[in-house]
């Protein structure tokens, strides 16, 4: 799995490291002739909510108590009940879209996950479509069942491909 660019809209990491309602991140540019890359910044700046955004599981590994979404909440670190998460990501040849949106009202959470396939451009996506047929129709089980399908579980991704601080051993 490699990531090409990232967005995210009401991240507290970013807000309070940046002081930024937003961000956006081309890997790909960054990583242009570049076999390494590297973040720096003091602690608090918003690196670890970008790295852990950097993968399309629908939790932040760091912060996770275990590799599975139901472990962890996206509400406790989005501002003002609204956040987005929008990851283009590549992996055998084939490019793909993650898109996420949070909602809060304050009564009731709703959380949109969808997983696109797309060609060179980034311009034409279209919903991914499993082996059994099922659509990504923006449920999280669905979402979670395609990026299964797609990059393996999330303990056999985050064992073997994936490191991030604090994570279980």
Partial sequence: MHPLSLYLQGFIGIKSGLNRDSITINFEKLCEGNELIAIKGDN?????????????????????????PGAFSFYDHIRNGYGEKMLDWS??????????????????????????????????????IMKDGTKSDGKTAVYDACVEE????????????????????
């Avoid at 949070?102 to 980034?122: N, P, R």
């Avoid at 797609?150 to 994570?167: D, H, K």
């Fill in 91 to 128: 992996h055998q040849g084939v490019i793909y879209k993650t898109m996420f949106k949070f909602k809060d009202s304050g009564k009731t959470k709703k959380t949109e996950a969808f997983l696109f396939t797309g060609d060179e451009s980034l311009k034409n996506w279209a919903p991914y």
């Fill in 44 to 68: 608090g700046r918003g690196k670890s909510t970008i790295l852990d955004n950097a993968v399309p599981y629908r939790f932040m590994a760091s912060r996770a108590s275990n590799y599975s």
């Fill in 150 to 169: 797609v990059l393996g579980s999330p303990e056999l991704y985050f064992t073997s491909a994936f490191a991030c601080q604090g994570r279980q051993s």
